[in-house]
C-alpha cells in the first residue's frame, strides 16, 4: 500500500469557528494506481492532494506515504520526503524562468544528497528529456517552448528523483484539448510502466484516463 | 547541497538579473572603494610624512628659545632670545659622548635680487656642522667653511627654488646676488629636499654662516640665537641626553628651581607624534564616514533582496515542493547577499585602488595601499552580505510552500 490515509481532517480557524476542508477522509492507493480526485472548488480535493504530497499537515487523523508515517514531522523532515517519494506535477508547470530545460529538470536533484553529480546527473536529465519526447529541446528555456512541451518538461522533472508517487494538480488546465490528450496518454504510459498517479481535476474527460475517480464533496469522498 | 553548489545556485540567480545585480552592489562598491582610496591617500601621506621627518635630520635634537606648546606652533623664536651659541658649545664640551655634531641657527629672511629678478625667502645661519647634523649637503659646488664662520664671510648655498626662480635654472655657482643691498657670493647647490607633507617647499632656503646672518643681516648682538641643533649618537640615549640639556641650559640660564623653563627641547619623535596623529585623525574620519556608505549600500541590499524573495515567491514554493528544506532557502537567499556584497567589495577593491593612484597622480600624493586595509573591507563586504541578506533570507525559508504555489 502507497498511501494509507484514515480519518483525515484539516480544519482551518476562519475568527470564531473551525472550518473542516477535509473532515474525516479515509483513502488508500495502491502501488501501480492511477487515481484521479475530482470536486468542485472548495469540495477539499486540493487540501487533499496537499495533505499526500506533505505540503500541508492534517489537524487530526492518520496518513502513511510508502508505509512513512508522514503526521508530526517537522518541515525539514517533511521535505526530505517529499524529495524522495513525490514527484508533483503543477498547473502552471512552475519552471523556473530564464533556466534551460535541462536544468530545470536536474533542480530535485540539488536537494537529494544521495543524487550523482556532473556528468552522471546530465546524462539522466537528457535520458529523461528524451523519454517525454523532447531531447532536441535540452538547452531552450521554458520562453522558448509550447504549454504542452513545458508540462513535459516537468513531467520530467517529476520523475528525476525516481519517486513512488507522482501528484498531479489539474495537470492539463492550462493546456488545449490537444496537448491535454497528449499529455494524459503519457501519463498512462508511465502508469502501464508501474508508476502511481494521483491526479486531481474537475474536468470529466481527463479523469476518464485514470483507472479509478475518487470523488470528493464538503470535505469528505463520497464516491 | 554542498557549499559549491548553493554558491552555483546563487550565482545562476545573480546572472538572471545582471544589471539589477550590479545596481545593488554599487552602494557596495562605492563604499569599499571610499575607504580603500581614502585609507590609501592617508596612509600615504603619513608614511611619507614619517620618512621626511627622518630625513630631517640624523637623531636630532632641537631647541627653541622661549616656550612652545605642544601640538602648537612655536611662538619663541624671535619673541625670546635666550638661548646663545655658547650653550651649545658648552653641552658639546661637557658631553662628547652624547653629542655627534651640533650647530645653533639663526634665522632671517629677505628680498634676493641678481640682476633683474628678485625671490623673497628665508635665510639661516649655522655653522658647517649643519651639514653633518641635518644630513643635508649640497648637490654641486661646496659648502662653507669653518675659516668663513670666523670671517663672516659674505658668502652661501641655496636651495633648488632659489636656483629656479633667481638664477632662471642657470648654474648659479660662482655668481654674486644682493640682499639688503650687500652683496653674497653662491658656493654651491644643496641637494633637492621637495615639499613638505603640510606643504612647505625646504628648498626655498639660502643658507650662509652663523657670524654672517647675525652680524651683517640682523645686525643684532652676536650670541643669541634662535634654535640649536643637536645630532646624538644613538636614539637609545635620547631620554638621557634631554634631561642633561635641560639641566645644562637652565643652569647657564640661571632659572631658578621655580621658574619655567625659557627653552623648549624638542625631538624628531615628538614632531612625527604630533603630524601622525593628525593625519590618523584625518584618516579615523574619513574612513567613518566611507563606513556610513558601506551601511547605505547594505541596506541597499536588504531591500533588493526583500524584493527579490517576493518577486521569487512561486520559486521558492516550488524548491520547497521538491524538497529543499527551509535551512537550504535560507543558505540561498543568504549567499545570494553574501556573494553580492563581496563580489560588489572586490569590484569596490579595485576601483578603490585604482582611484587612489589617480587621484594621487594628478595631485602629486604619495598613495600607499595597505593589505590590512584591503583584507578588512573584503571581511566587512562579505559582512555586510550576510547581515543584511539574513533577514530577507529568514523570510524565505519560513515561507509556506502552498501559499507560495497559489501566489500570484
Same mark, same amino acid.
Given at each position: 500500500m502507497?498511501?494509507?490515509?484514515?480519518?483525515?481532517?484539516?480544519?482551518?480557524?476562519m475568527?470564531?469557528?473551525?472550518?473542516?476542508a477535509?473532515?474525516g477522509?479515509?483513502?488508500?492507493?495502491?502501488k501501480g494506481?492511477?487515481?484521479a480526485?475530482?470536486?468542485h472548488?472548495?469540495?477539499?480535493k486540493?487540501?487533499l492532494?496537499?495533505v499526500?504530497g506533505?505540503?500541508d499537515?492534517p489537524?487530526?487523523?492518520s496518513y502513511?506515504?510508502?508505509?512513512?508515517?508522514v503526521a508530526g514531522m517537522n518541515r525539514?523532515?517533511?521535505?526530505?520526503?517529499?524529495?524522495?517519494k513525490?514527484?508533483?506535477?503543477f498547473?502552471?508547470?512552475?519552471?523556473?524562468?530564464?533556466?534551460?530545460?535541462?536544468?530545470?529538470?536536474?533542480?530535485?536533484m540539488l536537494?537529494?544528497?544521495?543524487?550523482p553529480r556532473?556528468?552522471?546527473?546530465h546524462d539522466?536529465?537528457?535520458?529523461?528529456?528524451?523519454?517525454v519526447?523532447?531531447?532536441?529541446?535540452?538547452?531552450?528555456t521554458?520562453s522558448q517552448?509550447?504549454?504542452g512541451?513545458?508540462?513535459?518538461?516537468a513531467?520530467?522533472?517529476?520523475?528525476?528523483?525516481?519517486?513512488p508517487?507522482?501528484?498531479?494538480d489539474?495537470?492539463?488546465?492550462?493546456?488545449?484539448?490537444?496537448?491535454t490528450?497528449?499529455?494524459?496518454?503519457?501519463f498512462?504510459?508511465?502508469n502501464?510502466?508501474?508508476?502511481?498517479?494521483?491526479?486531481?481535476?474537475?474536468e470529466?474527460d481527463?479523469?476518464?484516463?485514470?483507472?479509478?475517480?475518487?470523488?470528493m464533496?464538503?470535505?469528505k469522498?463520497?464516491? | 547541497?554542498?557549499?559549491?553548489?548553493?554558491?552555483k545556485?546563487?550565482?545562476?540567480a545573480l546572472l538572471?538579473?545582471?544589471?539589477r545585480?550590479?545596481?545593488t552592489?554599487l552602494?557596495?562598491i562605492?563604499?569599499?572603494?571610499a575607504?580603500?582610496?581614502?585609507?590609501?591617500?592617508g596612509?600615504?601621506a603619513?608614511?611619507?610624512?614619517?620618512?621626511q621627518?627622518?630625513?630631517?635630520?640624523?637623531?636630532?635634537?632641537?631647541?627653541?628659545g622661549?616656550s $612652545?606648546k605642544?601640538g602648537?606652533?612655536?611662538?619663541g #623664536?624671535?619673541?625670546?632670545? /635666550?638661548? =646663545?651659541g655658547e @650653550?651649545? *658649545?658648552a653641552m658639546?664640551?661637557?658631553?662628547?659622548?652624547?653629542?655627534?655634531?651640533?650647530?645653533?641657527?639663526?634665522r632671517?629672511?629677505?628680498?634676493?635680487?641678481?640682476?633683474?629678478?628678485?625671490w623673497?625667502?628665508?635665510?639661516?645661519?649655522?655653522?658647517?656642522?649643519?651639514?653633518?647634523v641635518r644630513?643635508?649637503d649640497?648637490?654641486s659646488?661646496v659648502?662653507?667653511?669653518?675659516?668663513?664662520?670666523?670671517?663672516?664671510?659674505r658668502?652661501?648655498?641655496?636651495?633648488?627654488?632659489?636656483v629656479d626662480n633667481?638664477?632662471?635654472?642657470?648654474d648659479?655657482?660662482?655668481?654674486?646676488?644682493?640682499?639688503?643691498? $650687500?652683496?653674497?657670493?653662491?658656493?654651491?647647490?644643496? #641637494?633637492?629636499k621637495?615639499? /613638505?607633507? =603640510?606643504?612647505? @617647499?625646504? *628648498?626655498?632656503?639660502?643658507?650662509?654662516?652663523?657670524?654672517?646672518?647675525?652680524?651683517?643681516?640682523?645686525?643684532?648682538?652676536?650670541?643669541?640665537?634662535?634654535?640649536?641643533l643637536?645630532?646624538?649618537y644613538?636614539?637609545?640615549?635620547?631620554k638621557e641626553t634631554?634631561?642633561?640639556?635641560?639641566?645644562?641650559?637652565?643652569?647657564?640660564?640661571?632659572l631658578?628651581?621655580?621658574?619655567?623653563?625659557?627653552?623648549?627641547i624638542?625631538?624628531?619623535t615628538e614632531?612625527?607624534d604630533?603630524?601622525t596623529s593628525v593625519?590618523s585623525?584625518m584618516?579615523i574620519?574619513?574612513?567613518?564616514?566611507a563606513?556610513?556608505?558601506?551601511?547605505?549600500?547594505?541596506?541597499?541590499?536588504?531591500n533588493?533582496m526583500?524584493?527579490?524573495? /517576493?518577486?521569487?515567491t512561486?520559486?521558492?514554493?516550488?524548491?520547497?515542493?521538491?524538497?529543499?528544506a527551509?535551512?537550504?532557502?535560507?543558505?540561498?537567499?543568504?549567499t545570494?547577499?553574501?556573494?553580492l556584497?563581496t563580489?560588489?567589495?572586490?569590484?569596490?577593491?579595485?576601483?578603490g585602488v585604482?582611484g587612489?593612484?589617480?587621484?594621487?597622480?594628478?595631485n602629486?600624493?604619495?598613495i600607499?595601499?595597505t593589505?590590512?586595509?584591503?583584507?578588512?573591507?573584503?571581511?566587512?563586504?562579505?559582512f555586510?552580505?550576510?547581515?543584511?541578506g539574513f533577514?530577507?533570507?529568514?523570510?524565505a525559508?519560513?515561507?509556506?510552500?502552498?501559499?507560495?504555489?497559489?501566489?500570484e
Amino acid at each position: 500500500m502507497l498511501i494509507e490515509i484514515k480519518e483525515l481532517k484539516r480544519g482551518y480557524n476562519m475568527g470564531q469557528e473551525e472550518v473542516w476542508a477535509l473532515n474525516g477522509v479515509s483513502l488508500q492507493v495502491e502501488k501501480g494506481d492511477f487515481v484521479a480526485i475530482m470536486g468542485h472548488s472548495g469540495s477539499g480535493k486540493s487540501t487533499l492532494l496537499n495533505v499526500i504530497g506533505c505540503l500541508d499537515v492534517p489537524t487530526s487523523g492518520s496518513y502513511a506515504l510508502d508505509g512513512i508515517a508522514v503526521a508530526g514531522m517537522n518541515r525539514a523532515a517533511l521535505a526530505r520526503v517529499r524529495n524522495q517519494k513525490i514527484g508533483f506535477i503543477f498547473q502552471s508547470f512552475n519552471l523556473l524562468a530564464r533556466t534551460t530545460a535541462r536544468e530545470n529538470i536536474e533542480l530535485p536533484m540539488l536537494y537529494n544528497p544521495t543524487a550523482p553529480r556532473g556528468k552522471a546527473l546530465h546524462d539522466r536529465a537528457e535520458n529523461l528529456l528524451a523519454q517525454v519526447g523532447l531531447g532536441d529541446r535540452m538547452l531552450h528555456t521554458p520562453s522558448q517552448l509550447s504549454g504542452g512541451q513545458q508540462q513535459r518538461v516537468a513531467i520530467a522533472r517529476a520523475l528525476m528523483n525516481n519517486p513512488p508517487l507522482l501528484l498531479a494538480d489539474e495537470p492539463t488546465g492550462n493546456l488545449d484539448s490537444r496537448a491535454t490528450a497528449d499529455i494524459m496518454q503519457f501519463f498512462q504510459k508511465l502508469n502501464e510502466q508501474g508508476q502511481t498517479i494521483v491526479m486531481v481535476t474537475h474536468e470529466v474527460d481527463v479523469a476518464s484516463f485514470a483507472k479509478r475517480k475518487v470523488i470528493m464533496r464538503d470535505g469528505k469522498v463520497v464516491a | 547541497m554542498n557549499g559549491l553548489m548553493i554558491f552555483k545556485v546563487a550565482m545562476r540567480a545573480l546572472l538572471r538579473n545582471k544589471v539589477r545585480s550590479i545596481l545593488t552592489a554599487l552602494g557596495i562598491i562605492v563604499g569599499i572603494a571610499a575607504v580603500i582610496a581614502v585609507v590609501a591617500i592617508g596612509e600615504g601621506a603619513s608614511t611619507s610624512m614619517k620618512a621626511q621627518i627622518s630625513s630631517m635630520g640624523d637623531n636630532m635634537i632641537i631647541v627653541f628659545g622661549g616656550s $612652545m606648546k605642544k601640538g602648537g606652533v612655536h611662538g619663541g #623664536s624671535g619673541g625670546y632670545q /635666550t638661548l =646663545m651659541g655658547e @650653550d651649545a *658649545d658648552a653641552m658639546f664640551r661637557d658631553y662628547p659622548e652624547l653629542i655627534k655634531a651640533y650647530t645653533p641657527l639663526v634665522r632671517s629672511g629677505g628680498q634676493a635680487i641678481f640682476q633683474e629678478k628678485n625671490w623673497s625667502t628665508q635665510i639661516q645661519g649655522v655653522k658647517p656642522e649643519f651639514v653633518a647634523v641635518r644630513k643635508w649637503d649640497v648637490s654641486s659646488g661646496v659648502f662653507f667653511t669653518e675659516s668663513d664662520m670666523r670671517t663672516g664671510a659674505r658668502v652661501c648655498v641655496v636651495g633648488q627654488t632659489i636656483v629656479d626662480n633667481l638664477f632662471d635654472g642657470l648654474d648659479p655657482i660662482g655668481e654674486t646676488f644682493r640682499i639688503k643691498n $650687500m652683496p653674497f657670493k653662491v658656493l654651491g647647490v644643496l #641637494s633637492k629636499k621637495g615639499t /613638505t607633507s =603640510m606643504g612647505q @617647499d625646504q *628648498d626655498d632656503i639660502i643658507i650662509m654662516p652663523l657670524t654672517t646672518v647675525s652680524r651683517v643681516l640682523r645686525r643684532g648682538s652676536f650670541n643669541n640665537v634662535d634654535q640649536l641643533l643637536f645630532s646624538i649618537y644613538s636614539m637609545d640615549q635620547l631620554k638621557e641626553t634631554k634631561r642633561v640639556l635641560s639641566d645644562l641650559l637652565r643652569q647657564r640660564h640661571r632659572l631658578g628651581p621655580t621658574v619655567e623653563d625659557d627653552f623648549t627641547i624638542i625631538d624628531m619623535t615628538e614632531i612625527s607624534d604630533m603630524l601622525t596623529s593628525v593625519s590618523s585623525m584625518m584618516t579615523i574620519l574619513m574612513a567613518v564616514v566611507a563606513s556610513i556608505s558601506l551601511l547605505v549600500g547594505g541596506i541597499g541590499i536588504m531591500n533588493i533582496m526583500l524584493v527579490s524573495v /517576493t518577486e521569487r515567491t512561486r520559486e521558492i514554493g516550488l524548491r520547497m515542493a521538491i524538497g529543499a528544506a527551509p535551512i537550504a532557502i535560507l543558505l540561498q537567499f543568504l549567499t545570494e547577499a553574501a556573494v553580492l556584497s563581496t563580489m560588489g567589495g572586490i569590484l569596490g577593491i579595485i576601483l578603490g585602488v585604482a582611484g587612489a593612484y589617480i587621484v594621487g597622480d594628478l595631485n602629486k600624493w604619495p598613495i600607499y595601499v595597505t593589505p590590512i586595509s584591503v583584507v578588512i573591507s573584503f571581511g566587512f563586504s562579505g559582512f555586510v552580505g550576510i547581515f543584511f541578506g539574513f533577514y530577507p533570507a529568514l523570510r524565505a525559508s519560513r515561507l509556506n510552500p502552498i501559499d507560495c504555489l497559489r501566489y500570484e
